[in-house]
């Protein structure tokens, strides 16, 4: 008689066949509960969660059909759609490993994330097709076989659109565990991030570890399945994606996807769809409590706004409660590292400590060790490191900054902060050399290599600049050569001609000398306090 109590062989093998802890049991978990209930919307479609479930086999068969092995990368690189959240979907049920991609990308940048990922599917929409097209002609990430579209009618190549709306396509294709059984432990995602240098670097993040991140979100976000989220934050993204997106979808809500955030859609669609929770980068609530449509919308279903990315300026936020006493608004600080989510200053925390990043979430432990190397006391600055299982496995290709990354178990922020006797988290300055523009890392070293090109220029520094929209705005303060001549449009369009857009100057002040110590290092806090 076999033995067919828990613990045995038997057992362990159906447990084992069928893992819980992975993205794709997350969604068929939700489909279970709440099969009819309308799932996501975008632009005039809508789609179930069983719709989305068939939808999400579908491509992810469709996928596996094309011979990629379990862990093959597959670059998604295009706006939101509801066809790029099938994508990244479909890749977690079909064991592939999804690589978001900056929409702004081109050029150089682009061709250095196809390659480092050894992305060997490209799936875009039509306004990035030629240069996705112009990367292969160049004869470079020779690894890609395949270029596949997010919507119909951008080439002849397959849509996933297309491919999720087929009634042709095997739904059951995308579930057979014989073909490919997903782990919790498998990566689900390359999570690029920009840091001291200008090579980004890939996280690996595993199904298991956005799961508690998932968890984390929830509990520290108070999320509901009846919230009606509007997401038009960009979701290649980790906080669009993983924060929100994705908890949401577990807990059933109805999600209303946006192309982009554009403001007066925003508005337009909380009052008519009774939106009661919205996520947005400071750079767009900013400009979004100046608009002129505040005064004529209805903003009363809106219970929950959620704020990150970046700093907030607390004259913005003081303005925005006060006109809203009604809505809850919430800081999400973190790093893509851990899922991002770090830590939330919720709305009642808001009164006493508007500028508070506030404590960590559910699955998140931290420290703040001093300059000493020793734990901070409260009050004391030092850098914020993690314990968590929410955090990455490591760097892609990346070893030794791997192993920079953490000490003793702990992950290491690069973020100086101050934390209180209750456990709230302060940011204090950047340990990193990094900008924070509009809640996207830039590296002054890639700017600074680019604006080098200009045969004028004799020396260069890039640093950021409180802004109110953009909370960091680049600068390039530079040297020219003797007797040379250089106009700031002119650096700026070179940037434009060979970055993404957002790592164009906003401005470009011309000195005669760059501030240095006695040993000759360069002092961007002086660059920074003179322009201040």
């Not at 862990?71 to 999804?98: E, K």
């Not at 934390?419 to 302060?426: K, N, T």
Request: hydrophobic share 40%.
């Amino acid at each position: 008689m076999k033995d067919s109590t828990p613990g045995s062989a038997e057992a362990a093998s159906i447990i084992t066949t069928d893992p819980v802890d992975t993205i794709g049991a997350l969604l068929r978990r939700s489909t279970s509960r709440n099969p009819n209930t309308t799932a996501l919307e975008f632009q005039d479609r809508r789609w179930t969660y069983r719709e989305l479930d068939v939808a999400v086999q579908r491509v992810a068969g469709r996928l596996r059909s094309a011979n990629l092995p379990p862990g093959s990368r597959v670059a998604a690189y295009g706006a939101n759609s509801d066809a790029y959240a099938i994508l990244f979907l479909a890749c977690a049920s079909a064991g592939l490993v999804h690589v978001p991609v900056n929409f702004a990308l081109k050029g150089d940048e682009l061709t250095y994330l196809l390659e480092d990922s050894g992305a060997v599917v490209v799936v875009a929409d039509k306004e990035r097709l030629p240069l996705v097209n112009q990367v292969r002609d160049d004869g470079r990430a020779e690894a890609i076989e395949q270029v596949w579209t997010l919507l119909p009618g951008a080439s002849d190549s397959p849509s996933i659109l297309d491919t999720a709306l087929d009634p042709a396509v095997d739904p059951e294709a995308g579930t057979d565990p014989v073909h490919v059984a997903v782990r919790g432990g498998d990566l689900a995602q390359l999570l690029y991030t920009s840091g001291t240098t200008s090579a980004p670097k890939g996280a690996m993040m595993t199904h298991a570890a956005l799961i508690a991140q998932y968890v984390s979100a929830i509990i520290a976000l108070d999320f509901t399945a009846e919230d009606r989220p509007l997401i038009p934050m960009p979701l290649y993204h980790s906080a669009a994606m993983h924060v929100f997106l994705l908890p949401y979808l577990s807990l059933g809500a109805t999600v209303r996807l946006m192309a982009k955030p554009d403001i007066a859609e925003i508005l337009k669609r909380v009052e008519a769809e009774h939106i009661g929770s919205l996520f947005l980068a400071p750079t767009v609530w900013v400009p979004l409590s100046n608009h002129p449509d505040l005064d004529t919308r209805d903003l009363s279903s809106l219970t929950k706004a959620q704020y990150g990315a970046s700093i907030m300026p607390v004259t913005v936020l003081h303005r925005l409660r006060s006109r809203y006493p009604g809505i809850g608004f919430y800081n999400c600080f973190g790093q893509s590292e851990l899922g991002p989510l770090c830590s939330v200053l919720r709305p009642e925390d808001h009164e006493a400590r508007p500028a508070s990043c506030g404590r960590p979430v559910f699955f998140v432990e931290a420290r703040v060790i001093n300059a000493e190397g020793t734990i901070a006391a409260a009050g004391e600055p030092g850098e914020v490191q993690y314990r968590s299982p929410q955090v990455m496995n490591g760097y892609w290709n990346k070893p030794e900054a791997t192993v920079e990354a953490f000490t003793e178990g702990w992950f290491r922020s690069g973020d100086q902060v101050t934390r209180d006797h209750q456990g709230y988290i302060q940011v204090v300055d950047r340990i990193k050399d990094v900008i924070n523009t509009g809640g996207v890392l830039v590296a002054p070293r890639e700017v600074e290599d680019c604006i080098y090109e200009l045969e004028e220029v004799a020396e260069v520094a890039v640093i950021g600049l409180e802004d109110e929209r953009w909370i960091e705005a680049i600068t390039a303060v530079v040297v020219l050569k003797e007797g040379a001549e250089l106009t700031a449009e002119t650096v700026r369009q070179h940037v434009k001609s060979r970055l993404a857009n957002h790592k164009v100057p906003k401005r470009v002040d011309f000195v005669a000398e760059l501030p240095r110590n006695q040993s000759g290092k360069l002092l961007k806090r002086e660059l920074r306090a003179e322009r201040s």
